[in-house]
């Protein structure tokens, strides 16, 4: 299996980034997927995810009201709209599929990205 994000960089506090994350290699619409984010000198933590139908969709208590998931099951991609950027958010972002079909956080997961890095400063 293969994920591949992209969309990360460099923004301004109170910016706005989407990153994407394209798949392959195993059989998308059967997976939940997310992403999760791992700031330095700090544990990987759960940022977001949806359901293998797209219905259902979770969210990090600390980013509810700023980020949006989405996933597309005929690209097997998924992405993440971030709103309202603070430096607290500067991470390195990770795309994910879930081995449970609704549900990612606190779960096996089964398959990695490599992560894209986003930075929040002035």
């Known amino acids: 299996a293969q994920l591949l994000e992209s969309g990360g960089g460099t923004v301004q506090p109170g910016g706005s980034l989407r990153l994407s994350c394209t798949t392959s290699?195993?059989?998308?619409?059967?997976?939940?997927v997310g992403w999760f984010r791992q700031a330095p000198g700090k544990e990987r933590e759960f940022v977001a995810s949806?359901?293998?139908?797209?219905?259902?969709?979770k969210y990090a208590d600390s980013l509810k009201g700023r980020i949006m998931i989405g996933r597309d099951n005929d690209k097997s991609s998924l992405y993440l709209q971030m709103n309202n950027l603070k430096r607290e958010d500067t991470a390195v972002y990770y795309c994910?599929?879930?081995?449970?079909?609704?549900?990612?956080?606190?779960?096996?997961?089964?398959?990695w990205g490599q992560g894209t890095q986003v930075t929040v400063s002035s």
């Open positions: 290699g195993f059989t998308f619409n059967t997976y939940s």
């Open positions: 994910a599929a879930g081995n449970d079909p609704y549900y990612m956080e606190d779960r096996p997961i089964a398959f």
């Open positions: 949806v359901a293998w139908s797209g219905t259902l969709r």
